[in-house]
């Protein structure tokens, strides 16, 4: 059975960071392409970035660049999600997935085969 357990969630004030990470098991990671979303309330979710099955190949959506980067270790089998200079509009639930097609697919939300259950982040201004 395959589940992805998402960690590091929480309030923070604005400019702060915070790492988020994603714990995957019954995958083998490495035929997988990583990604991370977010659902802001009342709103759809959004891709934030994605990570290639050997980490070589990145991609972000604009309002994160820079200050978001994401990677992977494929002998840990987990996922994380640096998160600096955090907004107030960085708040929302954030999702770790899983795809099995390659990163060209990556922003596309149904692209992706498993997800994990969220975990809140809060930026206070």
């Known amino acids: 059975q395959v589940h992805l357990v998402e960690s590091g969630g929480g309030l923070v004030q604005a400019g702060g960071s915070l790492r988020l990470s994603c714990a995957v098991s019954g995958l083998n990671l490495r035929s997988y392409t990583m990604g991370w979303f977010r659902q802001a309330p009342g709103k759809e979710r959004d891709f934030v970035a994605a990570i290639s099955r050997g980490g070589q190949t990145t991609y972000y959506t604009d309002s994160v660049k820079g200050r978001f980067a994401i990677s992977r270790d494929n002998a840990e089998s987990t996922e994380y999600l640096q998160m600096n200079s955090l907004k107030p509009e960085d708040t929302a639930v954030y999702f770790c997935?899983?795809?099995?097609?390659?990163?060209?697919?990556?922003?596309?939300?149904?692209?992706?085969?498993?997800w994990g259950q969220g975990t809140q982040v809060t930026v206070s201004s």
């Open positions: 997935a899983a795809t099995g097609a390659f990163i060209a697919s990556a922003r596309h939300r149904a692209a992706y085969d498993y």
